[in-house]
Every structure is written in structure tokens, then in C-alpha cells.
């Protein structure tokens, strides 16, 4: 027992690089609280469905449990509509999974008409404003190409 709790330690120790990225990619004329409202709804739809991409609850030294968080960072960029578009075929080529907001979610106040709305669109004439997606890193870096990390 000891020798594996000294191997954990040792693994414990060393810092962690993921073979997978998230990322979000909000288009860049968005209003502030229009980036904050499509971020949280995006990375949900990842959290939701990807449940290994969750970890542990957390707790204070009190003892508090708090919901558990992503294992890993989450990326945010900033992209034109015309990146995001891009970014959406690429996507899709790949096959990885991802969660869309497009502008009409704005004017819909609950998940059954969300649902609705992007429905009703082909995906190719979508009217993006924001795309979460997740995989193989270097996968991820190619779909979101031409985006930059938010500021």
C-alpha cells in the first residue's frame, strides 16, 4: 500500500497537460452579458452530455461540499461570424461533440422554443453566435482557426 500511495503522490506532484481541449468560441460583437449568457448555456450542453469531463465535488476545510467543476480549463475566443461559420463546418468534419447558439436564442425564454428555433434553420444558413466544442487538442486548435483567445 504504501509503495502505490507514493506513486500517487509522485503523479499528484506533477503538473497536468490534457490530450483534450474545451473551448468556446463567442462571436466578437457580442454585448457583455450576451458573452456570459452564451458561454454558461454552451458548456452546459458539454457538462450535460460528457460526464467524464466532470470532476470530483469540491469541499472547504469546514466540510461544505460544493458541486463538482470541468477536470480542465475551458478556452474562450473570440471570433467574426464568418470564423464561427467556418469554425461550425469544421466542427461538424470532425466529428466532435459541440453545443451552437445562434442569435434567435435571444428571443426565446426557455429550452422548448431554444429547440425550436435552431430547428427551423439549416445548419449551413445557422446564425451563429457562439459554439463549445470538445476533443483532441490539436483537432480543437484546427476548428477554431482564425479565432483568438478572448480578452
Do not use: C
Not at 14 to 23: E, H, L, M, N, W
Amino acid at each position: 500500500m504504501a509503495a502505490a500511495d507514493s506513486v500517487t503522490v509522485e503523479i499528484a506532484d506533477q503538473p497536468i497537460r490534457f490530450d483534450t481541449k474545451i473551448a468556446v468560441a463567442l462571436r466578437d460583437d457580442l454585448q457583455s452579458w450576451q458573452r456570459l449568457n452564451v458561454t454558461a448555456f454552451l458548456v452546459s450542453g458539454l457538462a450535460a452530455t460528457m460526464p467524464e469531463l466532470v470532476g470530483e465535488p469540491y469541499q472547504d476545510a469546514d466540510g461544505t461540499a460544493y458541486l463538482p467543476m470541468f477536470r480542465q480549463p475551458v478556452l474562450v475566443f473570440a471570433a467574426s461570424k464568418e470564423v464561427l461559420t467556418a469554425a461550425h463546418s469544421r466542427a461538424l468534419s470532425r466529428v466532435v461533440p459541440m453545443a451552437v447558439f445562434t442569435s434567435d436564442l435571444f428571443s426565446t425564454g426557455n429550452d422548448r422554443d431554444n429547440r425550436g428555433v435552431v430547428r427551423a434553420v439549416p445548419g449551413a444558413a445557422l446564425d451563429l453566435v457562439g459554439l463549445a466544442v470538445y476533443g483532441p487538442r490539436n483537432a480543437v486548435d484546427k476548428i477554431l482557426k482564425g479565432a483568438r483567445l478572448h480578452e
